[in-house]
């Protein structure tokens, strides 16, 4: 039995509206012009995390050419859940014709929630529970009025489907590593609508402590070093954190560009690090080393090395990529994006 688990199908999906972040600024008299992005993607008033992922997850079941009742385990990672009592999951699995022979649940970590349910996923398909399993990383971000979060908290997400690594399968994970702390950065308490930062604290302390201790360990426990890898993935919650905590681990711009979107389509939060792995397999050719990182609130990150395979060649079309789903955009105002986003209330 193959020790390594594979990835069959993936696919992505960001919603057309963009804000662009200049209109932030001038709404609340930011008239310096300096803003953290040039633009953010923003969930239409007909969509949610649920209408983001069941079109990730056809995608993905596209692509992987695969019957979606073989799902053996449908697992979503978000914060922004249109229920507060009822899994967003079961929906999922129903849309795509999964259900009902099948494992669903929410995965919560903030924005690593995604990369929490690849271990699961993984977990699942090698010790033979199941053919296939899919997880899911999506948002519909919140970010206060006025907030610093509300440059660049937005709407996106990605879905992957897990099997044993075999010639069908496009990727393979040779490596993974989960780094937790209790380190509290950014919170949202019960009957709230907007998160909570801790401003400067989720740096130092937060983003980059756990994303470098998970990638060294990582390194350190699979005999990798940067050089070893063609591309690299880390959670963007703005244009200049991955920038910088690649400086810190020994990796190049060109290395992490395929993947650094931020700046074109803002924090996809539990979306964000998987959006990004989902654009760099795009453009990705066999044996291409990819390390993903991505970060969670609360605190932690989840470091993978995945090798591409051959099959990559033979999936991309005519699956949309990244980045033709990021040049179809409508600009609104912020009027507009205050009604999309149900920032008026009663």
Known sequence: MTKEAGIIGYGAYIPIYRIKAQEIARMWGNNNGHVP????????????????????????????????REIGAVYVGTESKPYAVKPSGTIVAEAIGATPLVVTADFEFACKAGTEAFHACMDHVLA??????????????????????????????????????????????????????????????AHEHYPMHAERFTGKPAYFHHIVSSVKTLMETTGLRPSDFKYAVFHQPNAKFPVKVAKMLGFTLDQIKPGLLSPEIGNCY????????????????????????????????????FVVQDTILEKRNPIPSVRSLISERKYIDYSMYVKFRGKIRA
Do not use: H
């Open 37 to 68: 992005i040039m633009e953010k993607a923003v969930a239409g008033i007909d969509e949610d995390l649920v209408t983001i992922a069941v079109e990730a997850a056809k995608y993905a079941i596209r692509r992987a050419k695969i019957d979606p």
């Open 270 to 305: 539990a979306g964000s690090s998987l959006v990004g792995f989902a654009a760099t397999l795009d453009v990705a050719n066999p044996d291409d080393r990819i390390l993903l990182a991505s970060y969670g609130s609360g605190a932690g990150s989840d470091a993978f090395s």
């Open 128 to 189: 033979g529970r199941m053919k296939y399993a899919m997880a899911i990383g999506a948002d519909t971000a919140q970010g206060r009025p006025g907030d610093q979060l509300e440059y660049t908290a937005a709407s996106g997400g990605a879905a992957f489907i897990f099997t044993k690594k075999s010639d069908k399968t496009l990727a393979y994970c040779e490596g993974a590593v989960s780094f937790v702390t209790d380190t509290p950065d950014f919170w949202r308490r």
